[in-house]
């Protein structure tokens, strides 16, 4: 059962570039999310979504769209990278929003140049 | 704006000591979760509660839930290298989730 899987685990862009960032789960899960953990800051929400066809603004949406493709996928997209984006990106699911633990992928490392 | 405070940040013990970190918040959650993240991977899950003066047990960790529902506890028993790992709460409000910045615990042989 792999859970909560993230691609890429690693990138490195050049400001002003653009890249989606990947996350599938097997778990049959409603909500979906999408976080920034940067030092001193701990998890910041971006986006999630609640259920399928469904998404909402976290606490730092500025510059990132999602996408819920369907139940199992929910994407990530940076248009234009900007130093400030570098961080470690979680994806994360839950059965139901807010009521249940939240299952984490083992997250992708960004770093904008 | 960080609404849940973690205390200490930064956290370096000898194994066999005991150790508490500390979660605080001036808003009132439904309910407030406890977990542990390793270097390179995500956040697991330690414990959710959900009743004001709670207190749960999970071997050597004993986590309380204050009785306003606003700050909560997590003590370590005997700590054990296993136990090194960045601690985070979580409140859960509204259907969402609210993360705390983070103890980093340290447990050297």
């Known amino acids: 059962n792999a859970g909560v899987t993230q691609t890429p685990k690693f990138q490195v862009l050049k400001t002003g570039q653009s890249m989606t960032l990947q996350c599938a789960q097997d778990?049959?899960?409603?909500?979906m999310y999408w976080y920034r953990q940067d030092p001193g800051m701990g998890l910041r929400l971006i986006y999630y979504?609640?259920?399928?066809?469904?998404?909402d603004k976290g606490e730092v949406p500025n510059g990132y769209n999602v996408s819920r493709l369907n139940k199992r996928e929910f994407s990530l997209r940076l248009e234009s990278a900007a130093p400030s984006q570098t961080s470690v990106y979680f994806c994360?699911?839950?059965?139901?929003?807010?009521?249940?633990?939240?299952?984490f992928g083992a997250g992708t490392r960004l770093s904008v140049l | 704006t960080q609404l849940l405070e973690q205390s200490p940040q930064f956290l370096s013990i000898q194994e066999g000591e005991n150790l508490t970190v500390y979660c605080n918040s001036s808003s009132v959650f439904s309910s407030l979760q406890w977990y542990r993240q390793e270097p390179g991977e995500g956040p697991v899950l330690l414990v959710t509660?959900?009743?004001?003066?709670e207190v749960k047990k999970l071997k050597r960790l004993t986590f309380q839930f204050g009785d306003a529902r606003k700050d909560s506890s997590l003590h370590i028993t005997a700590a054990q290298p296993g136990d090194t790992g960045l601690y985070l709460c979580a409140g859960v409000s509204w259907g969402k989730f609210q993360f705390g910045a983070g103890t980093q615990v340290v447990v050297t042989p």
């Open positions: 994360a699911s839950s059965p139901t929003s807010g009521k249940n633990i939240q299952y």
């Open positions: 979504s609640a259920s399928e066809g469904t998404t």
């Open positions: 778990m049959n899960h409603n909500s």
């Open positions: 509660v959900v009743t004001g003066g």
